[in-house]
């Protein structure tokens, strides 16, 4: 639904015809999704670059310290 929208709504048993409201805003459906779409990809980067620090060191006989 675009911004700004004009709703109109109706229930008899409260009041008598239409009562219309302004919808302003998205919805945050999709910013949601794409929150937790980096908080993966951010994950899955640290993950792969901490496997890869231990396959480094350990082809190299090296010693990390932290």
Do not use: C
């Amino acid at each position: 639904m675009p911004e700004n929208t004009k709703i109109a709504i109706s229930n008899e048993s409260i009041w008598r015809g239409n009562v219309s409201i302004n919808y302003a805003g998205s919805p945050t459906g999709p910013w949601l999704l794409a929150g937790i779409s980096l908080v993966f990809a951010g994950g899955g980067y640290y993950l792969q670059n901490q496997r890869r620090k231990k396959i480094t060191a350990s082809a190299t006989n090296e010693v990390i310290h932290a």
